[in-house]
Structures are given as structure tokens and as C-alpha cells.
């Protein structure tokens, strides 16, 4: 047996808690985890909660990210003592994951602990901070550099937002964070951003052109404020789309793309093949300041993590949310 949180459904419904769970509740794999440390991100809150359909096999261990220790393994890259991170892959889905003390998983679905991180510092970073970082790389990738002019990251407060703010600033470039938490402007700019806006500027219905603005845009929200960051793009500007905190539609026009040459990169960090994975991972050691990590990161234990649930979703939550798997 080893504690960790279960989600269940039958006819008493739906519900996550902190229990003992069997060990027969693991699912097959290759490679099993002492897991340290995971983190809360927008995903698992939606599977605390059951607010969105993201749980699709019961019974479920949630959590699609961890961090660790190798138990047990007979895949070939793996021995007992490694250090690993897991971000995706469906675990916590269709697949047990991390907010539990063990978890099995394939072999191939593992990264290496990259050696500047501790297990609790990779977390703070999680699938949040490894997609913000994917979005940074496709920004690189379609040549936007920090001469050419702003960066709006949506969301700004959120777990993605907050690690693009930090990244951008790093890397040289002027970041304009969106928020509907005004109050929260000076945190923000301990991050690195230099300008804060209300995310009412984008939020509503707007023209299928407006203003140029950004020459870059890191998108976790959708909806209207995507088409509007698109509609402000500047020419030949990259928007990077990898959430849907305001919802899933996509209420644009083709002007944007056909008038303005702005380019509209999907990021997914689930199914990212191994090669982007590693290269994130590296890019995140070089580039991410462990001081402005711990300024967005606060921790709670892994019996705390269902309360968090619904705070998370309600927008009372910022930056980074670590749990500690085994305190």
C-alpha cells in the first residue's frame, strides 16, 4: 500500500481523496517511481473537481507530471537510483500519475533529471513551465527575436504564464502581461514583465484587425482573447496558442494571417517527441532563474492537494502550486 490521491466513479459519483491505495492499482509499465514531488497545474485541478471530462479510466491516480526516484525497472535506459521527470504522455488521464508516492510508466515516457534542478525545483517548472518554454522555442524557431518589439503572455498569473514572463525577461525580451488580477501588477513585474494590462482589452469581442501590438504572443487562454492577440499581432508576428483557460472556441477571421502574415503556432506539450522534450528541459536549465522560480512557486502537501482544486479554477491561485509527495 502507499498513499496518494484516488479518483473514483460508480453510482455513489464522482470523487478524488487522500487514501491508502493498493498496489494492484498500478498500471503495467517498465519503470516504477518513488515520486518525490509533483505539481498542481489547470489539467489536474480539472480531474480534482471532475469540471471537464479530462479523467477517461477509473479508478485514477491524477497528476500528469512528477519527480523522482527509479525503484524498480527493466527498461533498458533506466536502473534503479536515477533521477527522472515525467511531464504528459496521458499519465493522470488514461494512466496513474504523480500525485500518488509510486507510479509505473513506461520507460520511454521518462526524461533525465536535468542535474541543476532538485526534484522540487524541476515541479515548480512542471508541465506549466515546460510548455512555457516550448512556446518560447517556437517563438525562436519562426525568428522572433527581442529587437523586434513586445511579447504578450495571457494569463499572465497562471503557472505557464508566469515561467514565460521569467523566461522572456531573461532572454532579452520586453514582456506585456495580460491579467484580470490587477492587484497582482508588482508580483508580475518581479517576474520580469514591464508593462501589466487588464485582460479586458482582449477578453470581449473584438475586429478582425486591430492596432499592431506584439510582435509575439504566449497564449494559455483561448477564446476571444486569443482571436483578439491575434487581431493585434504585428506583421509577420508568431502567436504560440497552449491553453484554454477562457474557453475552447476560436471566434477569428483568416485577416490576421492572410493580410498580416502572423503565424499561429499550436504547442502541445502531452505527446512532444523525446528530441523537444530534452531540448525544453535544457533550454530550461540554461535560461530559467531559480530566484524568480521561488518567487512564483509555493508548496502544500500531497493531503492538501484536492482542496486546491477549486481555488485553482476559480482564478485564486498564482504562479506555481508544488506538492510534496512524501511529507
Not at 497562471?158 to 525580451?173: E, F, M, R
Not at 477562457?246 to 504547442?267: A, E, K, N, Q, W
Not at 530534452?278 to 522560480?293: G, V
Request: with cysteine; glycine share 12%.
Amino acid at each position: 500500500m502507499f498513499k496518494g490521491i484516488l479518483i473514483e466513479k460508480d453510482e455513489a459519483g464522482y470523487r478524488a481523496t487522500y487514501q491508502a491505495i493498493a498496489q494492484e492499482t498500478l498500471p503495467e509499465g517498465d519503470v516504477t517511481v518513488a515520486v518525490e514531488w509533483s505539481s498542481l497545474n489547470y489539467k489536474d485541478c480539472l480531474a480534482l473537481t471532475g469540471a471537464s471530462p479530462v479523467v477517461r479510466k477509473f479508478p485514477m491516480i491524477p497528476g500528469i507530471d512528477f519527480a523522482g526516484t527509479v525503484l524498480e525497472s527493466s527498461h533498458p535506459d533506466w536502473q534503479a537510483g536515477d533521477k527522472v521527470v515525467l511531464n504528459g504522455w496521458g499519465v493522470g488521464e488514461t494512466h496513474c500519475g504523480g500525485l500518488a508516492e509510486q507510479a509505473r510508466v513506461k520507460g520511454e515516457w521518462l526524461v533525465a533529471l536535468p542535474p541543476r534542478f532538485s526534484a522540487r525545483e524541476a515541479m515548480a517548472i512542471g508541465t506549466a513551465g515546460y510548455t512555457a518554454m516550448l512556446c518560447v522555442l517556437a517563438l525562436e524557431k519562426h525568428g522572433v527575436t527581442p529587437g523586434d518589439g513586445s511579447i504578450l503572455v495571457t494569463g499572465a498569473n497562471g503557472g505557464v504564464g508566469s515561467v514565460a514572463i521569467a523566461l522572456l525577461a531573461k532572454l532579452g525580451y520586453r514582456v506585456v502581461a495580460s491579467t484580470g488580477r490587477l492587484a497582482e501588477a508588482d508580483y508580475l513585474k518581479s517576474l520580469g514583465a514591464a508593462e501589466v494590462i487588464d485582460r479586458s482589452e482582449l477578453s470581449e469581442p473584438g475586429r478582425p484587425l486591430g492596432k499592431e501590438r506584439w510582435a509575439g504572443v504566449v497564449d494559455t487562454v483561448g477564446s476571444h482573447t486569443l482571436a483578439n492577440a491575434c487581431a493585434t499581432t504585428r506583421y509577420g508576428g508568431v502567436v504560440t496558442a497552449c491553453g484554454l483557460a477562457g474557453g475552447m472556441d476560436f471566434p477569428s477571421t483568416v485577416m490576421p494571417f492572410i493580410l498580416r502574415g502572423v503565424t499561429l503556432c499550436g504547442i502541445d506539450s502531452v505527446m512532444a517527441p523525446l528530441s523537444l522534450r530534452h531540448q525544453a528541459w535544457d533550454r530550461l536549465a540554461e535560461d530559467l532563474d531559480i530566484e524568480r522560480l521561488n518567487l512564483l512557486t509555493q508548496e502544500i502537501p500531497l493531503s492538501q492537494a484536492v482542496a486546491q482544486g477549486d481555488a485553482f479554477l476559480a482564478g485564486q491561485v498564482r504562479g506555481r502550486i508544488v506538492v510534496n509527495i512524501q511529507g
